[in-house]
C-alpha cells in the first residue's frame, strides 16, 4: 500500500477531499520525523512507538580493497508496533 493508497482510502471513508487528506497525512508524516530528529519519540497508542535506536561502534570490512573500517556508533529511527497491533496481524494474516 503506497501513501496515494492510503489517502484515496481516507478521502474515501471520512467524505473529503484527497487534497485535505493528503495535507494531513504529510503533516503528521513531517511532525513525527521533526520528533524523532529533534530527539523525541513518538507514542501512538494501539498503534505503535516511533523511537531512535542507537547502534553501537562496530568493525566493518570494504571487501574490495580487503581493509577494514571503524564504522561510528549512530542513531536510527525505528518502529515498535503496539502489542494489540501485532496481535491482530498474527490472527488476521496468514502465513504464507
Not at 497508542?45 to 570490512?61: H, M, V, Y
Request: charged share 30%; aromatic share 6%.
Amino acid at each position: 500500500m503506497t501513501k496515494a493508497d492510503i489517502v484515496a482510502k481516507i478521502s474515501e471513508k471520512l467524505g473529503m477531499e484527497k487534497g485535505d487528506v493528503q495535507a494531513t497525512v504529510e503533516s503528521f508524516m513531517d511532525e513525527v520525523k521533526t520528533s524523532l530528529e529533534s530527539g523525541d519519540n513518538v507514542y501512538l497508542r494501539g498503534f505503535g512507538s516511533f523511537i531512535i535506536k542507537t547502534r553501537a561502534e562496530k568493525t566493518g570490512r570494504n571487501i574490495s580493497k580487503n581493509t577494514t573500517i571503524k564504522i561510528p556508533a549512530h542513531n536510527i529511527p525505528a518502529f515498535k508496533p503496539a502489542k494489540v497491533f501485532v496481535e491482530g496481524v498474527k490472527t488476521n494474516v496468514e502465513v504464507k
